[in-house]
């Protein structure tokens, strides 16, 4: 009887052990404490000083983080060039679609519940899918872009309008609706596509089965939960706790010049929450959501995820559906919410500049954080840069 007891204990302390030792929470470090060269990452720093110099790009903000140290953090340039407001490293972003694995995590977490399943059929929970166009998208499909939707607006024009019929409009819910009469143009499951409409109908999902408005569900169960505090959905000054000033201008390119797209205290570009973007975080926040995932699922003593879930989300579930010629040619695939390389590297970047890389076997995130349309081009030497600083 002893002897089983100090079993069962043996079994407890390592489940614990392993627990914990799992539980790796974000702390600042040296490069040389995660087997990493300084000097190499300062030459990363420079490389974006000088971008900045040339006026490639406003501004931006770099983590990099390794075993739980992050061992760069850095502001360039400017949040806001024609006040001279300098970029800071709690800098809120537009996020747009790195939006979508906290989407995907929030459907994982209402499967994990039971209260989803990923090979449901979307016209289970949307009665405007119960047709032969839509009724045989899955909520797998969504999640791969492989629903076959080729709905290229994020969402119609004009959005329906508050009326008799529809006094809550516009919505999130209703506006998803329209896209279940369209429906898929492809076999369900046979093509890749990328679709932001997708993504929506996983937020109205998320709406539906979780009997929650969209944010309030993220919140509650991601933000909170790993305490990030600057994460939002909608850039107005009321629903960012008084924060709105700490938003960047975002930039785009218009006859050679950079011009603001959007600058704090615009309107929202939609009247709701939605899920195919929306997102607003700082690098930080965003950090520590990447760490989760390395952590396989837990951060610091909060289990957001399991980690067959973890798996599964960063898992190339799109492999499947090409030829073994098109798999040779192809560098990555997608998973639920990530886009994953053939080394196994999960990744998602933001049409207004923003972009995350992580990478379990190293325990590596990158952040590139910018609000400048069309900077992507800085992204691969400075990825290079970081891989060549390992020890």
């Not at 679609?97 to 209260?115: D, G, Q, Y």
């Not at 999960?346 to 609000?371: M, N, Y």
Request: glycine share 8%.
């Amino acid at each position: 009887m002893k002897k089983r007891i100090l079993t069962f204990l043996l079994v407890v302390l390592l489940g614990v052990f392993t627990l914990f030792a799992q539980d790796v929470v974000l702390s600042s470090g040296t490069p040389e404490e995660a087997g990493m060269s300084g000097a190499i990452l300062k030459e990363g720093i420079r490389f974006f000083e000088e971008a900045v110099e040339r006026d490639d790009l406003r501004g931006v903000v770099l983590l990099v983080a390794r075993n739980g140290k992050i061992v760069l953090h850095e502001a360039i340039g400017w949040r806001n060039k024609d006040k001279k407001i300098r970029m800071e490293k709690d800098t809120m972003f537009r996020m747009a679609s790195n939006t979508k694995p906290v989407i995907a995590t929030s459907i994982s977490i209402l499967v994990e519940e039971k209260k989803l399943n990923t090979n449901d059929n979307v016209r289970k929970y949307i009665t405007s899918f119960d047709n032969y166009r839509s009724g045989y998208i899955k909520i797998h499909h969504l999640l791969t872009h492989t629903s076959g939707f080729r709905i290229r607006p994020i969402f119609y024009r004009p959005l329906i309008q508050k009326s008799d019929e529809h006094p809550d409009a516009p919505n999130l819910q209703l506006e998803v609706s329209r896209f279940g009469e369209t429906g898929a143009d492809e076999m369900p499951g046979t093509t890749y596509s990328y679709s932001n409409a997708g993504f929506n109908t996983l937020g109205a999902l998320i709406e539906i089965s979780s009997k929650q408005p969209l944010e309030v569900f993220v919140k509650e169960k991601i933000y909170k939960s790993l305490g990030m505090k600057d994460s939002y959905h909608h850039e107005i000054a009321e629903k960012l706790d008084g924060k709105l000033e700490r938003m960047s201008v975002v930039y785009g390119r218009r006859k050679g010049k950079w011009v603001a797209a959007w600058t704090p205290g615009d309107p929202p570009q939609y009247p709701f929450i939605r899920a195919s973007g929306g997102m607003i975080s700082t690098a930080m926040d965003y950090a520590v959501f990447c760490q989760m995932f390395l952590n396989n699922g837990i951060y610091n003593g909060k289990r957001i995820l399991k980690e067959e879930t973890v798996k599964l989300m960063t898992s190339p579930h799109t492999a499947s559906i090409y030829t073994a010629e098109e798999r040779e040619r192809r560098t990555s695939f997608y998973g639920y919410g990530w886009s994953v390389s053939k080394e196994g590297v999960f990744s998602h970047g933001g049409s207004d500049g923003t972009a995350a890389w992580v990478d379990p076997e190293k325990k590596l995130i990158i952040l590139v954080f910018t609000q400048t349309r069309g900077g992507g081009r800085l992204r691969a030497p400075f990825l290079e840069m970081v891989n060549a600083s390992f020890l």
